[in-house]
């Protein structure tokens, strides 16, 4: 059996994984983030050790593994997590000396991309990548059947590749970011302003306008692809806008990295269909010499328990 | 001993590399474009044959290298090369049945990297990038020592990744390409605007515009970059400006690739210090979490025969 850990904001949650990715037993704990570090290292040992209790006693423990929403180098230091206000923790080397287990570290979308290539989008791919378009925006790469991260862990960080000019100032530093155009903070701030600023013509047309106008704060992603695949015109010029953007990521990462196949996950990849489609046609647009076909997009299979599943498998994906 | 071949658009030029990098025989033939595909592919092989008739009766041969200005595949074809006009073309399996020794093939960029690694300014790192500064914009990736070019051969090809909005077509179908911002056909033809468009004030205080308003065919990299280090007002703003782009793009390898050393070459990359310096500061306005520093920037140290020695040492490198 195998132990993985989702390290959340919210919560610390894991599981007892079988070989066929199934979560046998699982246990969680808040997070606890506003009590520092050290309290939200000591949930994280006190779920493994629930999970270590609770295997059969004829088990054995294949491997630990832990997704952390962050850059992590390849010593096992956490060097940047900004939803745990988190720089330079030495996690994996706490960990192992407290519950005397080799733990594997990951980041989220990495861990994701390892489920996906285990169970799910990427099986059997010899180079993909997963782009998790959520509240950010996240990569996971599968490059010759294993992980790969990069020296200092920023490999596949790959929400903060700029796609263009927009001054609009990323949390990583910088200004044109994938995220900055395609994650649902970024549409839904970009629904707002078309919202404010629609020409009367448009107004007329949209139900989108008349419902959010006075309740810009109830609108979300999901609602903003809602109303896109009814043809609302503003909600459609704004999935426009995004999937645009998401298609010269793409195309960026098919000149860096020369995926066979890649990945829709996160919140806003629940759009389905409609969003692959779309997305294709913005794909063919951006197509890098003709002669050279463009990588499969897909979407995702493996949702919540990803997180929990890939770190159970990190292991497997170490270079 | 060990062959290399650099096919370029003029020249085939090969040699005999000994195991310090030393070309100690070497012959060339013209390219012959014209003559189509056929006729290159001979040419090819007769410098080869040349270089084995010419090894001394003791020598073995290690290996067969071939540099190819376009995009080629795992399997050895050439899927594209604008340079040559090929598509399609079973360059190592053509080669390798005539000739009757295994033969590597590369582009020419990674050919580059291959020769930085082993003798010039990535050597020793684990995770590298070349980057070619010409008339276009090439990258050559080492990757946990190895090279990458992913299974269609389009990994590292970065002087095509988006890294703004500046609506130019690249002959790669996109717009918005580093090559189209930072590569010396990019800088000229932005310098002619300038000068063309140059503002009464600033006029008087160019040199550059003075020489060439009348001249502007005459213009090249190295003459913009000479101005700029003179701080003549319109060449250093194409500089600036071609700069800040770059630094985009390297900010881009940073989240995609990670490396440790960047390493520039290419015709641009004569301007030496001055080129560094001003990149760094650019590259610092790029920096991703502050967490974590950015990769050393260098000058590329092998020029012209790097295509050759790069070539020879291809098998060493191969995952």
Redesign the interface.
């Known amino acids: 059996m195998r132990i993985g850990i989702d390290l959340g904001g919210t919560n610390v949650s894991g599981g007892i994984v079988n070989k066929s990715g199934n979560i046998v037993y699982s246990h969680s704990v808040p997070t606890e983030v506003d009590r520092g570090s050290q309290q939200v290292v000591n949930n994280i040992i006190t779920v493994i050790e629930e999970l270590i209790n609770k295997k059969s006693p004829s088990d054995t423990i294949e491997a630990i593994g832990i997704g952390v929403p962050g850059?992590i180098d390849s010593d096992g230091v956490v060097?940047?997590c900004v939803n745990l206000n988190w720089?330079?923790i030495h996690l994996k080397k706490i960990v192992e000396e407290t519950i005397g287990y080799t733990t594997y570290l990951a980041n989220d979308a990495t861990v994701a991309a390892l489920a996906e290539a285990e169970f799910g989008s990427l099986k059997g791919i010899?180079?993909g990548v997963l782009i998790t378009l959520g509240t950010g925006v996240g990569g996971g790469y599968i490059?010759?059947g294993k992980m790969?991260?990069?020296?200092?862990?920023?490999?596949?960080?790959?929400?903060?590749?700029?796609?263009?000019?927009n001054n609009i100032k990323c949390n990583?530093?910088?200004t044109?970011c994938l995220e900055t155009f395609t994650s649902s903070t970024a549409i839904i701030r970009r629904a707002k302003v078309e919202i404010i600023n629609a020409p009367y013509n448009l107004i007329e047309l949209s139900d989108f306008h008349k419902k959010y106008y006075k309740n810009l704060n109830d609108i979300t992603g999901e609602i903003i692809f809602k109303y896109a695949k009814e043809n609302d015109p503003i909600a459609s010029k704004v999935i426009n806008d995004m999937l645009k953007y998401l298609a010269?990521g793409i195309?960026?990462?098919?000149?860096?990295?020369?995926?066979?196949v890649i990945a829709l996950g996160g919140g806003l990849s629940r759009a389905g269909d409609y969003l692959i489609s779309h997305l294709k046609e913005k794909v063919e647009l951006?197509?890098?010499?003709?002669?050279?076909?463009p990588p499969e997009i897909v979407l995702a299979k493996l949702y919540n328990d990803a997180g929990i599943i890939g770190a159970a498998f990190i292991d497997k994906y170490v270079?």
């Open positions: 850059i060097i940047e720089k330079n010899d180079t490059i010759n790969m991260t990069g020296p200092n862990g920023l490999a596949s960080e790959i929400g903060h590749m700029v796609v263009g000019d990583c530093g910088r044109g010269k195309g960026n990462l098919i000149v860096t990295i020369d995926p066979q951006e197509r890098i010499f003709k002669a050279i076909n270079e």
